[in-house]
């Protein structure tokens, strides 16, 4: 069966840049600056997205290209031996991430409908704390939502590379850069918001820790989505003629364009109402509304905010679900409607007991972990280290020259700064990976 292919450039670029933004962006980032003192944080983020971040990138993307095949099939068929474990590893992580991540992308769409119905009006940090505990720690709302986010996700990667994933990141990228830019023009319109845009803009490098710095790390390899073998497999569907480099580039340079302008969307809301930048995971849910609830028009702001958290988890689930669709369709042979339809139950399922940590689960513990911090665990501090950890190195150091002749078909000629992507992908990016594995490992 003949390989499916981009449509065109741009179609590939905002489908991987779809597949980088997530709620790590838009949810994460903000509260992380706001955790790690803004300014310094957001300089030493930029530094680490644009070497290690797009070197990591840029890799996957040589192993998809080259070897057109899934996260698996590429070891498979570049190396062979006990490298396909390789792609196996970013598979595995890939279930597990979408299992919970859907459920968090299910919040944003009751928060949708609770915007519209005053659900969430309150400006008291204490009252919507107490709705979102209660929301979260039901049965059968959260599951609902989480039920409507994976058919919305498997809805698009059924259709196919062309009429789904890249249609649809043609349609919801470009929507959410405006919704993004609406809400920053509502924000930093705000009385007293120059005082968050100070805190992002203005570094303050006292604060600056190891912390800091392995907060930092983590955040741009995670918010690249490296290490899951996604851009392995959207690389596998690019055409030789185009140039990686540039693609990859472009990929990094939005990924971090959202999250920067969610940092200017958040922090100065919250120092307009005096809120804390640094309230952790809760800014979104329970600051945010608040402090949405203290402008006017406030519920329609509210839900244009969700409503970008929706679109944001929607481009990363459905790279995500490609990953292990691409799996089943390429090396077991499966059709992509039934195998996309078959893993999105099984990842619904797998799911549930996630949302019931929140609630009735909550006080079952596997290796004292609730169900969904055990999912995040094994997938975030284990799985996608050790793929982007040897990913590098099968770049780096086992087909090196292969791939960087790969970069430069496109032209004939390799772009001056693969020299340094070369250094940083064999020595820095290997170590720096390590130590994003060792800390999380350590707790």
């Not at 859907?102 to 009006?121: D, L, N, P, Q, R």
Request: proline content about 4%; aromatic content about 14%; glycine content about 12%.
């Amino acid at each position: 069966m003949k390989r499916e292919h981009w449509g065109s450039r741009l179609g590939f670029i905002l489908a991987a840049a779809g597949s980088a933004v997530g709620l790590g962006n838009i949810w994460k980032f903000p509260y992380m600056a706001g955790v790690n003192g803004g300014g310094a944080f957001l300089l030493i983020y930029l530094a680490l997205v644009f070497t290690i971040g797009l070197s990591v990138m840029l890799a996957e993307m040589v192993i998809g290209r080259m070897a057109e095949k899934n996260a698996i099939g590429a070891f498979k068929k570049l190396k062979g031996g006990a490298w396909p474990l390789v792609g196996l590893c970013g598979v595995a992580a890939a279930f597990m991430i979408l299992s919970f991540y859907s459920v968090v992308a299910g919040w944003t769409i009751a928060y949708m409908v609770k915007s519209v119905s005053g659900a969430i009006s309150s400006s008291d940090p204490a009252v919507l704390g107490a709705a979102f505990g209660g929301f979260i720690s039901g049965s059968i709302s959260p599951l609902f939502y989480h039920a409507i986010f994976m058919a919305l996700t498997v809805f698009v990667v059924l259709s196919g590379i062309g009429s789904g994933i890249e249609r649809a990141s043609k349609i919801l990228m470009p929507a959410l850069f405006v919704l993004l830019l609406v809400l920053i023009v509502r924000a930093v319109t705000l009385p007293g918001a120059d005082k968050g845009l100070a805190f992002l803009l203005q570094p303050d490098f006292s604060k600056v820790t190891w912390h800091t710095v392995s907060d930092a790390l983590s955040q741009a390899f995670f918010s690249l989505s490296l290490g899951m073998g996604a851009m392995i497999t959207y690389g596998s569907y690019l055409s030789k003629k185009e140039n990686i480099s540039g693609a990859a580039g472009w990929v990094t340079l939005l990924d971090t364009a959202v999250a920067v302008l969610a940092g200017l969307l958040v922090l100065p809301a919250v120092f307009a109402f005096g809120f804390d930048p640094a309230a952790g995971p809760g800014l979104t849910f329970i600051t945010l509304p608040a402090v949405f609830a203290q402008m006017p028009f406030g519920a329609f702001f509210a839900f244009l905010f969700f409503l970008l958290l929706a679109i944001a988890a929607l481009t990363s689930s459905v790279s995500i679900l490609e990953v292990v669709v691409a799996y089943f369709v390429d090396d077991r042979g499966v059709n992509r409607k039934m195998a996309s339809i078959v893993v999105g139950v099984i990842i619904f399922f797998l799911g549930i007991p996630s949302s019931l940590s929140m609630g009735m689960m909550a006080d079952t513990k596997f290796f004292g972990m609730t169900f969904f911090d055990l999912m995040d665990f094994l997938s975030s501090k284990l799985l996608l280290p050790i793929g982007g950890l040897f990913i590098s190195l099968f770049v780096g150091w086992v087909v090196w020259g292969a791939a960087k002749a790969d970069i430069a078909a496109h032209n004939g000629t390799v772009p001056f700064w693969i020299n340094g992507w070369g250094i940083v992908v064999k020595f820095i990016a290997p170590l720096a990976i390590a130590f994003i594995l060792i800390q999380g490992l350590m707790g």
